[in-house]
């Protein structure tokens, strides 16, 4: 069965810009953790605009189940990991115009600095990923690479608005996750998931782990949103 991963991101984004504890990623994710998730991820920007290293350290205190952290490939963030003890590293492209990430690295391309942060941490003895585009190439490179895991972005999956280009991107997945299950390697579609994507997910018994962030947050925030309104007026009586 495919496990759920949430994604803490949109709190500590909310959290940030609105410096209230309201949104503490902490607090939230043993709520998370209660309804059944793997476990949860939150990302460590270099401009610190979503997590923090209090959150993360919180987290690991807190929390009972995975604990991934994604974290740009350079030197300071990479440094920065094997004292926050988290499960998991997820290695992800970071743009001051992007807050979540919306592609991937391309380890085709042979990036120096993703090599050198790959083989750092593994020195370190941290499972780590790289996330990237659902490519047969990718999946390769990530082997070649010395990876345990694929970590696909789902965002083309989840921006499909019509059946037929949602089955040629699910195709996509399939073969690239066939392929990873295949080399031994552990899998994980994340980000740009929403619920119409989940769905169409559904049955892959080559998919691990799904990662689901401002979807699952939004239908929070739909399910609750009555009682919270209740609750509130009930506080100004």
Request: some cysteine; proline content about 5%.
């Amino acid at each position: 069965m495919t496990g759920l991963v949430v994604d803490l991101d949109p709190l500590a984004i909310l959290a940030q810009s609105t410096r209230s504890e309201s949104w503490d990623p902490a607090r939230l994710a043993v709520l998370a953790e209660t309804g059944g998730c793997r476990g949860v991820s939150i990302s460590l920007r270099e401009d610190r605009r979503s997590g923090q290293e209090r959150d993360v350290r919180l987290l690991r205190e807190l929390g009972t189940g995975l604990l991934e952290i994604r974290i740009p490939p350079s030197a300071r963030a990479v440094e920065l990991v094997p004292s926050l003890r988290p499960d998991r590293v997820v290695l992800v492209p970071e743009r001051p115009e992007q807050l979540l990430p919306e592609t991937g690295i391309d380890l085709s391309a042979g990036a120096t600095t993703v090599v050198e942060a790959v083989r750092a941490l593994a020195e370190a003895g941290i499972d780590t990923r790289v996330l990237t585009e659902p490519e047969r190439e990718q999946v390769k490179a990530a082997h070649r690479l010395g990876l345990t895991g694929a970590c696909l972005l789902g965002a083309r999956l989840g921006a499909c608005r019509d059946d037929a280009s949602a089955a040629k991107e699910r195709e996509k997945l399939v073969e690239c996750l066939t392929l990873a299950t295949k080399l031994g390697m552990s899998t994980q579609v994340a980000h740009g998931l929403d619920e119409r994507a989940l769905a169409r997910l559904r049955g892959l018994s080559n998919l691990d782990e799904a990662v689901v962030g401002p979807a699952l947050w939004a239908r929070a925030l739909t399910l609750g949103a009555a009682g919270a309104v209740a609750d509130c007026r009930g506080l100004l009586r």
